[in-house]
């Protein structure tokens, strides 16, 4: 099993252009979340999907849209990238809500 | 408002020596904790949970619901302890009230 899994690794990106980050995880885990970490923020929660077929939104949405595009994948989009968006985003999943998070091993964004 | 609190950014303890990692929370009802480490160019994985009450690794932490803290505590502190540690927790309903602390770097000198 490779459990959660992301791409790409890294990415740079100029201030305007888009990208989606790719995410799936094969544990038949019904739970995915997004988060970005920033140095002295910890993580933080962008969005999450409690099931397949629902969004919603966690603590830091904005410039952001997910999509939930089966049980094993959960994609993020940044339409419009920011350099406010610099920052490393992790994918993970979990069985439900609340349980133990499995954690992929992250993408570092580079806005210029 | 800060719903997780792990004071120190970074901790250093001798090799043998105790450890102990700070945690405090701050929310009203049942919330779940939970302690993740992040070891050099590994990915972050659970260490351990309130409710299973299990010992990882040596380390041992008790949800204080009196003081609301969830410290981490380890009695003789390895070198391969050296790792990113943070505290989380998750809030009764949706993953909306899920919170990370900012995490502590502990060192372990040899």
């Known amino acids: 099993n490779a459990g959660v899994t992301q791409t790409p690794k890294f990415q740079v990106l100029k201030t305007g252009q888009s990208m989606t980050l790719q995410c799936a995880q094969d544990?038949?885990?019904?739970?995915m979340y997004w988060y970005r970490q920033d140095p002295g923020m910890g993580l933080r929660l962008i969005y999450y999907s409690a099931s397949e077929g629902t969004t919603d939104k966690g603590e830091v949405p904005n410039g952001y849209n997910v999509s939930r595009l089966n049980k094993r994948e959960f994609s993020l989009r940044l339409e419009s990238a920011a350099p406010s968006q610099t920052s490393v985003y992790f994918c993970?999943?979990?069985?439900?809500?609340?349980?133990?998070?499995?954690f992929g091993p992250g993408t570092r964004l580079t806005v210029t | 408002a800060q719903r997780v609190t792990q004071p120190e950014k970074l901790l250093s303890v001798f090799k043998g020596a105790p450890v102990e990692l700070k945690c405090n929370y701050s929310?009203?009802?049942?919330?779940?904790l939970f302690w993740y480490v992040q070891y050099s160019r590994q990915r972050l994985q659970l260490l351990l949970r309130h409710i299973s009450r299990e010992s990882i690794k040596g380390f041992t932490a008790d949800l204080n619901k009196g003081e609301t803290s969830f410290h981490l505590k380890k009695p003789f502190a390895q070198e391969e302890d050296s790792a990113m540690y943070y505290c989380?927790?998750?809030?009764?309903?949706?993953?909306?009230?899920?919170?990370f602390g900012t995490g502590t770097r502990l060192t372990v000198i040899p």
């Open positions: 989380a927790l998750s809030g009764q309903t949706g993953a909306n009230n899920l919170f």
């Open positions: 929310y009203s009802g049942s919330p779940e």
């Open positions: 993970a999943s979990s069985v439900v809500i609340r349980y133990e998070q499995y």
């Open positions: 544990m038949n885990h019904n739970s």
